[in-house]
């Protein structure tokens, strides 16, 4: 398995070479409303939206179960890795709401390894079943909750060299 910083690399050409996918696709297109203004925290967002999108298009392509697979598996891993990466930033802010954030972080985290363990019991609906589920929570979270770390980050007068080792590996 790949490190995070080559997944994110590999996430990142993923995104920039995103096209406007075909119709019927569920494609989530970058937007600047999503941007938080953290750019450790941004560039993951659109790592894990850019998995989220290269899962829809391998599932629309009819790509076989361990091509859909991998990506799946990628897709949950980097969502459980950045949840850790955003709580220690948290951490370092004093971000009042840490607490709260991290139970919504823990549900979902939840729920996508209970598709996770449904896809490899064989399920055939739990790709669709977690592309329902991050299509719908991805941005509401990231709009809703994420964007609240921005104004921490800047009240912690922490420069971003500093900040750097929290959200990396
Ligand atoms: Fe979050
Ligand atoms: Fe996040």
Redesign the pocket.
């Known amino acids: 398995m790949a490190g995070l910083r080559d997944l994110f690399q590999e996430g990142r050409r993923g995104f920039f070479q995103q096209g406007a996918g075909a119709p019927g696709m569920s494609l989530i297109r970058w937007q600047d409303t999503f941007t938080i203004g953290v750019a450790d925290i941004d560039a993951d967002h659109q790592v894990l939206i850019s998995l989220l999108n290269q899962l829809s298009e391998t599932r629309e392509e009819g790509q076989s179960r361990d091509v859909v697979g991998s990506v799946f598996n990628v897709l949950i891993e980097y969502t459980i890795k950045?949840?850790a990466r955003?709580?220690r930033l948290m951490e370092l802010c004093g971000f009042s709401g840490l607490a709260e954030?991290r139970q919504?972080?823990q549900r979902i985290a939840e729920r996508v390894q209970k598709y996770q363990r449904q896809y490899e019991a064989g399920c055939h609906t739990a790709v669709d079943e977690l592309l329902d589920f991050l299509n719908n929570w991805l941005v509401e979270?990231?709009i809703g909750?994420?964007t609240h770390?921005r104004s921490w980050v800047e009240g912690a007068c922490i420069a971003p060299r500093e900040l750097a080792p929290a959200v990396q590996e």
């Open positions: 950045h949840f955003e709580e954030h919504q972080h979270h990231i909750e994420d770390i």
